[in-house]
């Protein structure tokens, strides 16, 4: 899937939520990335919300929005891509393990 418009092209669906679909993708210049892409049906006050909310912060902790853009009745947010997975599949899925750190 090429988004010509935005420079990138799209690997492969890495998650659906009941906004969209993100996938990963590399830009023009190289750099991995997440995109979640959102069709209009109702949900232009996620693209707002993350927008307004994510744009301002900075954390190392935190995935960085680096980017948006608006194409007709198509949203989409640019993320850094975090090549090891969610917060959720860490913490929820049977497939992740942690291990003690005591002794």
């Known amino acids: 899937m090429v ?5 990138w092209v799209a690997e ?6 009941c906004a969209g679909k993100v ?8 750099q991995a990335v997440a995109v979640k892409h959102i069709v209009s ?5 996620t693209f707002v919300r993350e927008v307004t ?3 301002h912060v900075k ?3 935190l995935v960085a929005l680096t980017g948006c853009c608006k194409h007709e009745d198509e949203y989409f947010l640019v993320y850094e891509l975090c090549e090891n997975g969610n917060l959720s ?4 899925s049977k497939t992740h393990s942690f291990t003690s750190m005591e002794d």
């Open 3 to 7: 988004f010509a418009h935005l420079g």
């Open 12 to 17: 492969v669906c890495i998650v659906t939520t």
């Open 89 to 92: 599949e860490w913490l929820y």
């Open 41 to 45: 049906d109702g949900h232009v006050e």
């Open 23 to 30: 996938y990963k993708g590399k830009l023009s210049d190289g």
């Open 53 to 55: 909310s994510l744009s």
């Open 59 to 61: 954390h190392p902790n």
